[in-house]
């Protein structure tokens, strides 16, 4: 093997918020069950199951929840991501839905990215479930990478449980890596070596590609190109010709060359934000406001805690009608105070809200992010408000998020969701 040759492995979970709550929960274990989003929180699981009964999330929610996830036993039943909880329970009427419990997904994948910084000269978390390794040198080769691939594999079960199952990928970049990784479900190694690189790729669907979506494929095929053959087969100018730069990947990716850059640096978030749908509809206006403040106290939590400063807002909100509306508007003076978000976008809010329907979801985004300390003010009002947050930080920093709220926001409930690892409320 050359020196400048690399040898990447990808790592997917299977199924992750399904099967970590099944590791979680040995009640669940070998049985449908879907993660949805919000739910009643107060299940006694396995109360339930030696009562008899079936377990199902809180009638409003069900009406307003997808499949996030759904476990291996509920995808042989047709039960498959973003579909509605309703239609999934028509599917499968034994399937049991789980509310979705972000901090303990959040705490598996810290342990799954420890255990491959065991293993990998370099490692790049692409999603919650899933990220690149370097192994060039720990592997040597393609071999050495098999071996490596399988230490992480039992690491993986000894560290967080055996319900918690992988598939690998290994060839010489990141595009083939998950490729080979997405190849071989529920569980199993693959290893696509530089010249067998082009063979396989013939051997998978164009829609098996990281980046050829529905939309992209639909096109595609109406250029005549229904293979992953085909694709090889197009020169590149057409291919570019058709999608401009992208036909630069397209061209790239079907001749298995790609990108071979494996980075842990952190990138910026290009914007920090949080939505609530509502268990019910908002119809006073009161309600919408203590509503969306408590949310703009979210965000300006985050980004205080990461350092930012915002400059653009966004609004959005979706009505019992199902239609929506959302409108954004940048400032000259960036904030991080929630109540000064608040007031600016409670009048983007105005300018665009159907003041003839109720508001069922609500959404507050800051963007336009400027790395930079809280800024110093002319008044004394404002330095004293300041100040105020700056211990209110202090106190949210070592007793969790949701320690204190505005009395102006009394009476709005967020939903918490509880795990065996943490509460909402710790972080």
Request: proline share 3%.
């Amino acid at each position: 093997m050359q020196s400048t040759d690399k040898i990447i492995l990808h790592i997917d979970f299977n199924s992750f918020f399904a099967s970590v709550e099944q590791q979680a929960n040995p009640f669940l274990r070998g049985k449908a069950i879907a993660v949805s989003g919000k739910g009643k929180q107060s299940i006694d699981v396995a109360q339930a199951y030696k009562n008899k009964k079936r377990i199902l999330i809180n009638q409003t929610d069900l009406r307003r929840t997808v499949v996030t996830t759904a476990s291996k036993e509920a995808k042989k039943r047709g039960v498959k991501t973003a579909m509605s909880s309703q239609e999934a329970l028509r599917m499968c009427p034994e399937l049991i839905m789980i509310p979705g419990d972000p901090k303990k997904y959040g705490d598996v994948t810290q342990r799954f990215l420890t255990i491959l910084r065991r293993h990998c000269d370099t490692i790049e978390q692409f999603s919650t479930d899933e990220a690149f390794g370097d192994i060039t040198c720990v592997a040597q080769d393609y071999l050495g990478a098999a071996f490596v691939a399988r230490m992480i594999l039992d690491d993986i079960e000894e560290d967080l449980g055996m319900h918690c199952t992988c598939s690998v990928g290994i060839a010489s970049n990141k595009v083939l890596a998950k490729l080979a990784c997405e190849s071989k479900k529920p569980s199993g190694i693959t290893v696509i070596k530089p010249d067998e690189a082009e063979a396989f790729i013939r051997s998978r669907e164009l829609g098996d590609v990281c980046g050829i979506g529905f939309r992209i494929e639909a096109r595609l095929n109406a250029m005549g190109i229904t293979t992953m053959t085909g694709l090889q087969k197009t020169p590149l100018p057409e291919l570019v010709k058709a999608f401009k730069s992208y036909g630069f990947f397209l061209y790239d990716t079907a001749h298995g060359i790609g990108d071979d850059d494996v980075s842990e640096n952190d990138v910026d978030p290009k914007s920090i934000g949080h939505s609530y749908t509502f268990p019910t509809d908002l119809d006073t206006e009161k309600e919408m406001k203590k509503h969306l403040l408590r949310l703009c106290d979210r965000v300006a939590w985050r980004m205080r805690r990461q350092g930012f400063l915002a400059t653009r807002l966004s609004v959005y909100a979706r009505y019992s009608d199902k239609g929506a509306k959302g409108t954004q508007k940048r400032y000259k003076e960036p904030m991080q105070d929630g109540l000064e978000i608040f007031q600016n976008a409670w009048q983007l809010l105005q300018q665009v809200r159907d003041r003839r329907a109720n508001v069922r979801l609500l959404g507050i985004s800051a963007s336009g992010l400027i790395k930079a300390p809280m800024p110093d003010r002319l008044f004394e009002k404002s330095q004293k408000m300041r100040s105020t947050l700056s211990a209110l930080d202090s106190v949210t920093e070592r007793y969790g998020a949701g320690v204190w709220q505005r009395a102006a926001t009394l009476g709005t409930v967020f939903k918490e969701r509880i795990s065996g690892w943490h509460y909402d409320h710790e972080g």
